[in-house]
C-alpha cells in the first residue's frame, strides 16, 4: 500500500485552522494572530457569519479584518478576552511558543496574556525539542539600543542578526522598533530564565519566547490530521 502523498503546507494551515474555527462562538471577544494560519481563521470566521470582535495584533490582521468585516476591538475597550488564536514559529513540548517572524511579537504577547484561553495554530514540523536553534528568537528593541543589546547577547552565546528589508535598512515594527533575531546553536536550555534576562537588557522592548501562555496547540500532520496538545511539564 502506497503512502498518501503529503498535503501542501497551505492546505494543513487550513486544517489546523478549521480546527480552531470549532473553538469561536458568537459573542465572543477575541485576540486574533498575525500570518498566513491565522488568515485562513479569520477568512473562516466571516465566510460564517459568525457574531465575533477581536483585538488585532497588527496593522495587517487590522487591515484584513476590516477588508472581511470583522469589529475590531482595541485594548483599551475590553479587560479580558475570550478566546486568543495565533500562529508559532517554533514550539516544545512545554507549549512555549517562539514567535516574531512575522514582527508582531510584542502585540501578539500583549494580547495572549488579556485572553481566559491562548490557543495556537501550526503544523506539526513546528514541534521540536528546544526553542531557538532552527528557528532564531526574535527580539524587539528601540533602534537607540541595537547595538548594545547586540553586544549583551552575543556575549551570552548568541548568534544575532539585525533583521533588514533584504539588503535594504532595517525592518521596523508597528511599533516603531528594529528586530534582532537571535540564535543559540543547541536551542535554549530554560526559556523561562532566558525570558526574563533578556528583558532585563536596558532597550528591549520584548522577546518571542511565550513562557507558560499558551493553554492549547492544534497541530496539522501532513494528513491534514489535527494534534490537539496541552502543556506538558517541563
Avoid at 484584513?64 to 495565533?86: F, M, N, Q, T, W
Wanted: hydrophobic residues 45%.
Amino acid at each position: 500500500m502506497t503512502a498518501a502523498e503529503p498535503l501542501p503546507i497551505d492546505a494543513r494551515k487550513q486544517a489546523a485552522a478549521m480546527a480552531a474555527l470549532e473553538l469561536v462562538e458568537d459573542g465572543m471577544q477575541l485576540g486574533l494572530g498575525t500570518g498566513s494560519t491565522v488568515e485562513h481563521l479569520l477568512a473562516a470566521i466571516a465566510a460564517r457569519g459568525l457574531d465575533v470582535s477581536g483585538v488585532p495584533t497588527s496593522e495587517a490582521t487590522e487591515a484584513y479584518c476590516r477588508e472581511l468585516g470583522i469589529r475590531l476591538l482595541h485594548p483599551s475597550e475590553v479587560e479580558r478576552l475570550d478566546l486568543a488564536i495565533d500562529g508559532a514559529d517554533e514550539l516544545d513540548r512545554a507549549l512555549t511558543a517562539t514567535k516574531g517572524g512575522g514582527g508582531a511579537l510584542l502585540r501578539e504577547k500583549v494580547v495572549a496574556a488579556m485572553a481566559e484561553r491562548f490557543v495556537v495554530i501550526a503544523t506539526t514540523d513546528k514541534l521540536i525539542d528546544r526553542l531557538g536553534d532552527g528557528f532564531p528568537l526574535p527580539i524587539e528593541v528601540v533602534p537607540f539600543a541595537e547595538a548594545p543589546v547586540t553586544r549583551r547577547l552575543r556575549d551570552r552565546g548568541y548568534e544575532v542578526r539585525l533583521r533588514t528589508a533584504g539588503e535594504g535598512p532595517a525592518v521596523v515594527t508597528d511599533n516603531g522598533n528594529h528586530l534582532l533575531d537571535a540564535r543559540m546553536v543547541g536551542g535554549i536550555e530554560d526559556p523561562a530564565v532566558e525570558e526574563l534576562w533578556i528583558a532585563a537588557l536596558p532597550g528591549v522592548v520584548e522577546c518571542g519566547l511565550f513562557v507558560d501562555l499558551v493553554d492549547q496547540a492544534l497541530l496539522a500532520d501532513e494528513q491534514g490530521r489535527v494534534l490537539s496538545l496541552e502543556p506538558e511539564p517541563s
